[in-house]
């Protein structure tokens, strides 16, 4: 197992790439479903947010790949295609209803994606680490990236919150005001 990059000073260039492949198989799942609650919440004031989110996970997606390939690090088609598959099968989740959407489905997937937004972000932080060993990232952009994770996970997680609410009863304020900050 090779420690160090010939073209740079990236250490297990090797484990770097099956990183890269997770993050690019969530990124998959993640455009996958907020596809899906785009049709779900057509009409609806999270209609426009969602739309503006799958354009923005689309292009992170496409930046992911992009820096892959300035890695030299192969996509693993497996991987995406497994994703592809998981998404369309977690569909079948027990939701409290057999044959109808249960309001339960949104409460699930909008912590889901919020929490999925902590994760990729999460990713996008290590890939800055490894823009200060590999000069050909783009310092910038991996900035960029975490700064509109930050955005996306603030406008999710009150999505959450109200549609909790709406579900289950209760206040759907942001959480600094519900813990009084």
């Given at each position: 197992?090779?420690?160090?990059?010939?073209?740079?000073?990236?250490?297990?260039?090797?484990?770097?790439?099956?990183?890269?492949?997770?993050?690019?198989?969530?990124?998959?799942?993640?455009?996958?479903?907020?596809?899906?609650?785009?049709?779900?919440?057509?009409?609806?004031?999270?209609?426009?947010?969602?739309?503006?989110?799958?354009?923005?996970?689309?292009?992170?997606?496409?930046?992911?790949?992009?820096?892959?390939?300035?890695?030299?690090?192969?996509?693993?088609?497996?991987?995406?295609?497994?994703?592809?598959?998981?998404?369309?099968?977690?569909?079948?989740?027990?939701?409290?209803?057999?044959?109808?959407?249960?309001?339960?489905?949104?409460?699930?997937?909008?912590?889901?994606i919020a929490t999925a937004v902590l994760g990729k972000r999460a990713g996008?932080?290590?890939?800055?680490?490894?823009?200060?060993?590999?000069?050909?990232?783009?310092?910038?952009?991996?900035?960029?990236?975490?700064?509109?994770?930050?955005?996306?996970?603030?406008?999710?997680?009150?999505?959450?919150?109200?549609?909790?609410?709406?579900?289950?009863?209760?206040?759907?304020?942001?959480?600094?005001?519900?813990?009084?900050?």
């Open positions: 197992m090779s420690e160090s990059s010939p073209s740079g000073g990236i250490r297990n260039p090797d484990l770097l790439g099956i990183y890269c492949n997770d993050h690019l198989m969530a990124s998959t799942g993640g455009v996958e479903l907020v596809s899906r609650m785009v049709g779900t919440h057509r009409g609806t004031p999270y209609e426009a947010p969602l739309e503006r989110l799958l354009t923005e996970l689309r292009e992170e997606r496409s930046a992911l790949r992009a820096m892959m390939d300035v890695l030299g690090v192969p996509v693993r088609q497996y991987k995406q295609v497994a994703t592809w598959v998981g998404e369309k099968v977690s569909r079948l989740k027990l939701n409290g209803r057999l044959l109808s959407r249960s309001p339960l489905s949104d409460v699930i997937e909008f912590e889901f996008f932080e290590t890939l800055r680490e490894v823009a200060e060993a590999e000069p050909r990232l783009d310092r910038a952009l991996l900035d960029r990236l975490i700064t509109q994770a930050d955005q996306q996970h603030e406008w999710l997680s009150e999505a959450r919150r109200e549609i909790a609410a709406k579900v289950f009863g209760g206040r759907s304020e942001p959480a600094s005001e519900a813990a009084g900050d």
